[in-house]
């Protein structure tokens, strides 16, 4: 597999509009994009940070993924990003290692990107998310 860079870190909130307000108040960091992804169950907020990005999120509906974590684990990192070049067979790899794919094929994510996530019970109690920023066509 080839890792480029870290993407971003997930961070599952509560409210995002408390949440952004933090963000920016505190570190003095500007929200750029607010962005819901509807087959996801939720909104997401991103800032930039040197060539790492930070990207809240903020379920949708109650029986969304990040409800679900909230739920069990309270608000925190939910994630960390690896941008990948070629995801498909980042996938592929991984998986011939014995990882457990939570996503066998990648899906559309927030900003455009194409994602893909890892169980966190096989890398070491990490949830794992890979990206891929595909070129237009």
Same mark, same amino acid.
């Given at each position: 597999?080839?890792?480029?860079? $870290? /993407?971003?870190? #997930?961070?599952? =909130?509560?409210?995002?509009?408390?949440?952004?307000?933090?963000?920016?108040?505190t570190f003095g960091l500007k929200c750029y994009a607010v962005e819901e992804v509807k087959d996801q169950k939720v909104r997401t907020a991103f800032f930039k940070v040197g060539q790492t990005k930070?990207?809240?999120?903020?379920?949708?509906?109650?029986?969304?993924?990040?409800?679900?974590? $909230? /739920?069990?684990? #309270?608000?925190? =990192?939910?994630h960390l990003a690896f941008a990948v070049k070629n995801i498909e067979r980042a996938l592929s790899e991984t998986e011939a290692k014995g990882i457990q794919l939570i996503d066998k094929r990648p899906r559309k994510g927030a900003e455009?990107?194409?994602?893909?996530?890892?169980h966190p019970k096989s890398t070491l109690g990490v949830m794992i998310e890979l990206c891929e920023k595909k070129e237009q066509e």
């Open positions: 597999m080839e890792t480029t860079h $870290i /993407e971003h870190i #997930g961070i599952a =909130v509560r409210n995002l509009e408390e949440a952004i307000k933090f963000y920016e108040e930070i990207e809240l999120l903020e379920s949708t509906e109650p029986d969304g993924p990040i409800s679900k974590f $909230i /739920e069990k684990r #309270g608000e925190g =990192v939910h455009g990107l194409d994602i893909a996530f890892l």
